[in-house]
Structure formats: structure tokens, C-alpha cells
């Protein structure tokens, strides 16, 4: 079973930043993070491979960067210049060499004036 510990949601004001992690264990392939906002489906923010490729977005785009730290099983998510339509709880995946995916338990992203 992977282990996920997400961090860093909260309560913002439009055009603040926000930084989330999530530490996993195991040999990771993929790490990502998705959203889901209230009575919207789960939809993908940010992936990223091990060998460092990244897959955004189209709404987030020039201010979400996605990065990891493979020694540490770590996945990161700026976010900068957030919206109020960023609000969602954001859970980061990730994806084994194996095949195997698992979630996160979610992190509330609030933007709010």
C-alpha cells in the first residue's frame, strides 16, 4: 500500500500563493495533482513523470508550476496568482512503475476575498 501525506491547503485572497506537497512511498512513475470543486467531477491540475515531464492544465497555465524531489518521493504544486475558481480540494495521485495509482485524502484550497 503507498503512503500519501499531502500538505500545505488553506485560505487565500485572490492573487496570493499557495504551495501544496504530498511525500509518497515506492517507486513512482507519475505524481500529480487533481481537483475537484463542489458538484464538479475530479479533473486534472498537474502531472509529473519521473524523468520530469509535465502536463497541465489549460486553466492553470502560467501560474501553477508542478515539480518533484524523486529522493524524497515528493510532489510539489506552486500556485500563484489564484483565483476564486481555484477553490476545490485538490489530492494529489500517483502512479507506480507497477501500474498501481493511489490517492491522497485531499486538501482544501480556499480563494476568497
Known amino acids: 500500500q503507498v503512503q500519501l501525506v499531502e500538505s500545505g491547503g488553506g485560505l487565500v485572497q485572490p492573487g496570493e500563493s499557495l504551495r501544496l506537497s504530498c511525500a509518497a512511498s515506492g517507486s513512482i512513475y507519475i505524481m500529480g495533482w487533481y481537483r475537484q470543486a463542489p458538484e464538479k467531477q475530479r479533473s486534472l491540475v498537474a502531472t509529473i513523470t519521473s524523468g520530469g515531464y509535465t502536463n497541465y492544465a489549460d486553466s492553470v497555465k502560467g501560474r501553477f508550476t508542478i515539480s518533484r524531489d524523486n529522493a524524497k518521493n515528493t510532489v510539489y504544486l506552486q500556485m500563484n496568482s489564484l483565483k476564486p475558481e481555484d477553490t476545490a480540494v485538490y489530492y494529489c495521485?500517483?502512479?507506480?512503475?507497477?501500474?498501481?495509482?493511489?490517492w491522497g485524502q485531499g486538501t482544501q484550497v480556499t480563494v476568497s476575498k
Open positions: 495521485n500517483v502512479v507506480l512503475h507497477s501500474g498501481f495509482t493511489s
